[in-house]
């Protein structure tokens, strides 16, 4: 079968391999990625000889002054190339025999033929290689049926699937990150291997499972890589407050829900309707905290109070050890989770307008994403019952956009300042400033009083004149008591 690939650093490459006298081709994720029509930014080029000469020449031949990172260790060179406004990754790497200890990820690395090149990569939908030199341009060499099982969409090793995996575990979570992003299924073989061999995930870096979590968690359905994140036992190695979301418990007759399942089924709503990564994030957590607080109540059967904060709470340690950014993202999760049963309180309820307008505070900006969140968190199988939260919701929202263009509560701040409290009573930061303030706030989310600076200036007179303050010359500096 003759592959076309278009890349103009193909003709390149196949150019200065037969001036070289060496065989080139293109290998694994770019091949796989051109049979199943996906776009990519990454070219992988091996060669029978060195990888590191091969794209140093490459290099010159594009532009004398390119750079070129070397990495002596791994026998690997690597540069970009803009290419259709795309900053292409090119990566050369001599074939080569690899073989692994057991507690490290370091290989012993000997020259190889294409053939053992290709017997050392992880699957065989990634091991198939286009030749570029000129007399077998386009030429592909797929030794284990990598198109066969393109086309059946199954994932599978070329080797033994122990020793595919024994020599670099990474590849048992990359197995289900394919499967996910591609709807494929792991062969049952392959798949007994990552059981059997799950615990060995131990000796891989927190910042690489993290990276394969969050690209299944991308995919189309998330649920899928998240199942068998579970089946195969390797989500209790890196997550296991996910996995003690798992099972039922029933008392008196009265059972709960599947909380795992359940999440299962919100991340794919969310997935739906966002491809924000951090938003399903904060679906695959909405739930985190309820292991941790659920109570049989003779009287209310099972309940899970307070769950959403002790989720909150949990979300800077999931964070930390996943090795996920600690910045304003995992703020937005930690935010999410916390109010992630706001909206279905005041749709359950009247929905009054002062409960809006907290609501409104409270999320800010991402009013949006957290209705967004709610209304994927809508699981019952009653339809009756999804029908009512679907149209308080529909309420809820009606009076979000009411209320916002009335009181612009979404970006609130407060009229009237700690400073401007400061400053016009000759105060320190203090207890009292702390009073006024929220009183204010409150007034104003209660809808007591307009959102403006008057009468939030003409209550905090008041209720100074009540604490027995005195307003000074806001000028003299003298006046501040500490
Ligand atoms: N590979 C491997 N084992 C790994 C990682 C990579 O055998 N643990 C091989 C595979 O042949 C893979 C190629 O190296 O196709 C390139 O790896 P990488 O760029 O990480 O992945 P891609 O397959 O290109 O897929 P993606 O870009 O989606 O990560």
Same mark, same amino acid.
């Given at each position: 079968?003759?592959?076309?690939?278009?890349?103009?650093?193909?003709?390149?490459?196949?150019?200065?391999?037969?001036?070289?006298?060496?065989?080139?081709?293109?290998?694994?994720?770019?091949v796989?990625?051109?049979?199943?029509?996906?776009?990519?930014?990454?070219?992988d080029?091996?060669?029978?000889?060195?990888?590191?000469?091969?794209?140093?020449?490459?290099?010159?031949?594009?532009?004398?002054?390119?750079?070129?990172?070397?990495?002596?260790?791994?026998?690997?060179?690597?540069?970009t190339?803009?290419?259709?406004?795309?900053?292409?990754?090119?990566?050369?790497?001599?074939?080569?025999?690899?073989?692994?200890?057991?507690?490290?990820?370091?290989?012993?690395?000997?020259?190889?033929?294409?053939?053992?090149?290709?017997?050392?990569?992880?699957?065989?939908?990634?091991?198939?290689?286009?030749?570029?030199?000129?007399?077998?341009?386009?030429?592909?060499?797929?030794?284990?049926?990598?198109?066969?099982?393109?086309?059946?969409?199954?994932?599978?090793?070329?080797?033994?699937?122990?020793?595919?995996?024994?020599?670099?575990?990474?590849?048992?979570?990359?197995?289900?990150?394919?499967?996910?992003?591609?709807?494929?299924?792991?062969?049952?073989?392959?798949?007994?291997?990552?059981?059997?061999?799950?615990?060995?995930?131990?000796?891989?870096?927190?910042?690489?499972?993290?990276?394969?979590?969050?690209?299944?968690l991308?995919?189309?359905?998330?649920?899928?890589?998240?199942?068998l994140?579970?089946? #195969? !036992?390797?989500?209790?190695?890196?997550?296991?407050?996910? +996995? *003690?979301? @798992?099972? /039922?418990?029933?008392?008196?007759?009265?059972?709960?829900?599947?909380?795992?399942?359940?999440?299962?089924?919100?991340?794919?709503?969310?997935?739906?309707?966002?491809?924000?990564?951090?938003?399903?994030?904060?679906?695959?957590?909405?739930?985190?905290?309820?292991?941790?607080?659920?109570?049989?109540?003779?009287?209310?059967?099972w309940?899970?109070?307070?769950?959403?904060?002790?989720?909150?709470?949990?979300?800077?340690?999931?964070?930390?050890r996943?090795?996920?950014?600690?910045?304003?993202?995992?703020?937005?999760?930690?935010?999410?989770?916390?109010?992630?049963?706001?909206?279905i309180?005041?749709?359950?309820?009247?929905?009054?307008?002062?409960?809006?307008r907290?609501?409104?505070?409270?999320?800010?900006?991402?009013?949006?994403?957290?209705?967004?969140?709610?209304?994927?968190?809508i699981? #019952? !199988?009653?339809?009756?019952?999804?029908?009512?939260?679907? +149209? *308080?919701? @529909?309420? /809820?929202?009606?009076k979000?956009?009411?209320?916002?263009?009335?009181?612009?509560?979404?970006?609130?701040?407060?009229?009237?300042?700690?400073?401007?409290?400061?400053?016009?009573?000759?105060?320190?930061?203090?207890?009292?400033?702390?009073?006024?303030?929220?009183?204010?706030?409150?007034?104003?989310?209660?809808?007591?009083?307009?959102?403006?600076?008057?009468?939030?200036?003409?209550?905090?007179?008041?209720?100074?004149?009540?604490?027995?303050?005195?307003?000074?010359?806001?000028?003299?500096?003298?006046?501040?008591?500490?």
């Amino acid at each position: 079968m003759d592959v076309e690939l278009t890349h103009p650093i193909y003709d390149i490459v196949g150019q200065v391999a037969d001036e070289m006298g060496i065989d080139a081709y293109a290998v694994g994720g770019v091949v796989r990625d051109y049979f199943l029509q996906r776009p990519c930014s990454d070219i992988d080029i091996v060669c029978v000889g060195s990888g590191i000469a091969l794209a140093k020449e490459v290099a010159l031949r594009i532009d004398p002054h390119k750079e070129v990172h070397v990495f002596h260790n791994f026998g690997t060179a690597q540069f970009t190339y803009l290419y259709n406004n795309v900053e292409w990754e090119i990566e050369f790497v001599g074939a080569r025999r690899e073989s692994y200890q057991r507690d490290s990820r370091k290989p012993i690395v000997e020259d190889g033929t294409l053939q053992d090149d290709q017997n050392r990569r992880d699957f065989t939908i990634n091991a198939m290689a286009v030749c570029l030199n000129s007399s077998r341009r386009g030429e592909l060499v797929d030794p284990f049926g990598g198109i066969i099982d393109l086309d059946r969409g199954v994932i599978r090793t070329p080797l033994d699937p122990a020793v595919t995996f024994s020599d670099d575990p990474l590849r048992m979570l990359r197995a289900i990150r394919f499967a996910s992003q591609l709807h494929f299924v792991i062969l049952p073989e392959c798949f007994q291997a990552i059981q059997n061999n799950a615990e060995r995930i131990k000796i891989i870096s927190m910042e690489r499972i993290s990276s394969e979590l969050n690209k299944i968690l991308l995919s189309e359905r998330p649920s899928e890589g998240l199942l068998l994140l579970y089946k #195969s !036992k390797l989500l209790s190695y890196f997550f296991p407050e996910l +996995e *003690n979301l @798992k099972g /039922v418990e029933t008392r008196g007759g009265l059972s709960h829900k599947d909380n795992f399942y359940h999440t299962l089924e919100v991340v794919d709503n969310v997935a739906r309707k966002s491809d924000d990564l951090w938003l399903r994030w904060a679906a695959l957590l909405h739930d985190i905290g309820k292991p941790a607080t659920k109570r049989f109540d003779e009287k209310l059967g099972w309940t899970f109070h307070g769950h959403e904060v002790k989720g909150a709470k949990m979300v800077g340690r999931i964070f930390r050890r996943l090795r996920l950014p600690l910045d304003a993202k995992m703020k937005y999760v930690e935010k999410l989770v916390m109010l992630h049963l706001r909206p279905i309180v005041i749709a359950d309820d009247v929905v009054t307008d002062s409960a809006v307008r907290r609501l409104l505070f409270e999320a800010g900006d991402d009013i949006d994403d957290l209705m967004l969140l709610c209304e994927a968190d809508i699981t #019952s !199988k009653q339809e009756a019952k999804k029908k009512r939260f679907r +149209e *308080n919701y @529909k309420l /809820v929202r009606q009076k979000l956009v009411e209320i916002e263009e009335k009181d612009r509560i979404r970006n609130f701040q407060p009229p009237v300042s700690g400073l401007d409290i400061m400053q016009t009573f000759g105060l320190g930061p203090c207890h009292e400033v702390g009073v006024i303030k929220d009183a204010i706030k409150d007034a104003i989310l209660d809808g007591t009083i307009p959102n403006n600076r008057d009468a939030a200036w003409q209550m905090m007179l008041t209720l100074a004149n009540n604490m027995g303050l005195k307003q000074v010359d806001s000028k003299s500096d003298d006046s501040i008591i500490m």
